[in-house]
């Protein structure tokens, strides 16, 4: 049985990864994997996390929509977030879906209408209407801030440029999926990579001459922010706005079962490849918008809609070697070279094999035929082998026991199973080149200190002239030596130095988050540095004494759990990751952790839950709390402001313990009379 240890490990792996894909997909309009591969990371991470309930505490699968936008257009923040969308591949997950807004609402209703629209690939942009007349026009950028294109937009010529109605909304957000037909794109085909690139690249032309020669079209297909609202459903919307000259697409209908859901699933995806535009799948939404605002949103996408993707494509290889590679973790990986093969519509000469229980229980060896699926990552995973296809003299493969650093790796024991981690890892940490060189790519990504110039392949050049090998390296950089290597003129010096100067100022939540402490992601860095508030407080970690009185008051923070609070004190208590964190810090500055959310209901409120209600699920009972500037406790302390009991089954001994301390209690009742309902 995997442990709680590799399966974190994997999760944050996943969504490192994400993140890379988040980028190139959202900001560069330049995948280096398909969409079916892009919508299975995901998946992979949802099913991680459905199948893990305590990787959700980690809450590292919160702000992943989209990618920052470039330097390249003025930016400018959205009046709501743009969210993605979770995924569904089967019926199965749509079944799940139903259920979940069934629990989250406390319903059991078998026939709640659903809003049935084609996704369309292409590219989301927002447009913003004041008085009906068209003032602003967004892409994506990271769903939060957006690149100002409306000039771009504007030359797009079915897009309203007023709208001629007085019924129309004094505030209108619009979003929108800007594409190329295929017809059209076989033209141009030469110029770009696919339809996608050719749409991106051309929303992003300075010169909006430039744009209007590139034949682009849209779908409207939802809304941002509205006042004064004047729609009741979803359906109700595309109807309204379609009489207003938007183009809506139409094969939108409205279904109310998981029978009408696959149906049109099976209608459309029947009919798919004679459309003059590419679509993945189709997005069902809650049609009531009512009941939208209350299933409200998790962290980065909406409870009240999912895409419903069509099936992944797949292809046969044969595995010409095995090598592994060292993650920042020390965790080895095994990474199959195969002979390259194309799968949607991408050249691939590497497959994923995971770990080495994962070899082990394929019986994966060097010579075998394999299928291979793309599935998220940046190389493809081995589905299946063809034991039929398998050469007589193969032998088994044996799975290095020493780290290419050339130490012995191990298998951690999981505490609570009494059995062996899947992965082999190397314990060095900075010590070991190969993990020290991946702890800096980690710490310049996006999340970290986001320095542009500074990727992967740049660090791995500086690492082998010894420019940078450990963290504080990076703001003491040798420009002179720098001067004279391919690629790095005067410009680009000069443009590195400035993202290095600007990345010295740091949030507290990003300078925890980037020094890699295993199993914090970035949710569990911000709860950390709204305890900690200061980097000073935060660096009574490095004295042993005030580590364990701090540690000791994790315990009570939603979030932060026993595998979190272990891996914080193993961290320093390394003399060597102390040292680096020190260096580090002296060159920065790092400002104070300052809450988002200070107004509301429940303003600086700690809240616990005990027992079921009536009305509302305890999700949503929990999202109120939040979306109302509280927060919510997992035990009961001295920290905790209020007890709400609800109807069904309250737990006696936390109301007992409640009691003895003199914490307000609420019955269910009183709270609904709190939230106004």
Not at 158 to 183: H, T
Request: glycine residues 6%; proline residues 3%; hydrophobic residues 35%.
């Amino acid at each position: 049985m995997v442990n709680k240890l590799t399966i974190i490990d994997r999760y944050k792996k996943k969504i490192k990864l994400l993140n890379k894909h988040n980028k190139l997909y959202f900001n560069n309009d330049n995948p280096e994997i398909s969409d079916s591969e892009y919508d299975n990371l995901k998946k992979e991470i949802n099913d991680l996390e459905k199948n893990n309930i305590f990787l959700k505490k980690l809450k590292l699968n919160r702000t992943l929509v989209g990618s920052p936008p470039s330097n390249k257009f003025k930016k400018v923040k959205h009046l709501k977030p743009m969210l993605s969308l979770s995924n569904a591949f089967k019926k199965e997950d749509m079944k799940d879906f139903l259920k979940k807004i069934n629990n989250f609402l406390n319903t059991k209703d078998n026939n709640i209408e659903l809003s049935s629209e084609p996704k369309i690939d292409g590219i989301s942009a927002t447009l913003i209407y004041e008085k009906g007349i068209l003032t602003k026009g967004l892409s994506r950028g990271d769903g939060i801030v957006g690149e100002d294109i409306l000039e771009n937009l504007k030359t797009i010529k079915n897009i309203p440029k007023k709208i001629n109605d007085n019924e129309v909304p004094s505030l209108l957000e619009i979003r929108g999926e800007i594409y190329i037909g295929k017809k059209e794109f076989n033209k141009l085909k030469g110029n770009f990579a696919n339809p996608r690139n050719a749409a991106g690249g051309s929303l992003r032309q300075k010169d909006p001459k430039e744009t209007s020669k590139i034949p682009l079209q849209y779908f409207a297909y939802g809304f941002g922010f509205i006042e004064p609202m004047k729609f009741n459903t979803q359906s109700e919307f595309l109807k309204m706005i379609s009489n207003w000259g938007f183009s809506t697409n139409p094969l939108s209908k409205v279904v109310k079962n998981l029978e009408e859901i696959e149906q049109q699933h099976s209608k459309v995806d029947s009919i798919r490849s004679s459309l003059d535009y590419d679509i993945d799948g189709l997005v069902y939404k809650v049609n009531n918008l009512k009941l939208q605002l209350r299933l409200g949103n998790t962290s980065n996408s909406p409870r009240w809609a999912i895409a419903y993707k069509f099936s992944a494509e797949k292809a046969v290889t044969k595995i010409k070697d095995i090598v592994i590679q060292v993650g920042r973790t020390g965790a080895i990986t095994p990474v199959a070279k195969v002979e390259p093969v194309t799968v949607g519509g991408v050249v691939v000469s590497n497959a994923t094999l995971h770990n080495e229980d994962e070899i082990n229980r394929k019986d994966i060896r060097i010579g075998d035929t394999i299928q291979i699926q793309r599935a998220g990552d940046v190389i493809p995973q081995v589905i299946s082998v063809d034991i039929s296809k398998r050469n007589k003299d193969s032998l088994k493969y044996i799975f290095p026991e020493k780290c290419l650093c050339g130490s012995i790796t191990k298998k951690e024991l999981n505490k609570s199973t009494k059995k062996e981690d899947a992965v082999r890892r190397c314990f060095r940490g900075f010590d070991c080149n190969f993990i020290a060189k991946e702890k800096l790519k980690h710490i310049v990504s996006k999340d970290s200190f986001n320095i542009d110039g500074l990727g992967k392949k740049v660090i791995d050049q500086f690492w082998e002239l010894k420019l940078i090998r450990k963290p504080s390296d990076i703001f003491t950089i040798n420009y002179s030596k720098i001067r004279g290597l391919e690629g790095w003129g005067d410009l680009s010096i000069d443009n590195l130095k400035k993202a290095i100067e600007k990345s010295r100022i740091i949030e507290l939540n990003r300078f925890i988050f980037s020094i890699g402490i295993r199993h914090i992601g970035q949710e569990s860095a911000k709860i950390l540095a709204s305890y900690f508030k200061s980097i000073k407080r935060f660096l009574d970690l490095f004295d042993e004494e005030k580590r364990q009185k701090n540690l000791k008051n994790l315990v009570d923070l939603d979030g932060i759990g026993e595998i979190q609070i272990e891996s914080i004190d193993n961290f320093f208590s390394n003399n060597k990751n102390v040292e680096i964190v020190k260096n580090l810090v002296n060159v920065l500055k790092i400002k104070d952790f300052k809450a988002q959310n200070k107004k509301g209901k429940f303003s600086n409120k700690n809240i616990m839950f005990t027992g079921g209600f009536d009305k509302m699920s305890r999700s949503e009972a929990k999202s109120l709390v939040e979306n109302n500037g509280g927060k919510v406790l997992g035990t009961i302390s001295k920290k905790l402001d209020i007890l709400v009991i609800g109807n069904s089954k309250p737990t006696k001994k936390k109301i007992e313990s409640a009691k003895k301390l003199n914490i307000k209690i609420i019955k269910e009742e009183e709270w609904y009379k709190t939230l106004n309902l």
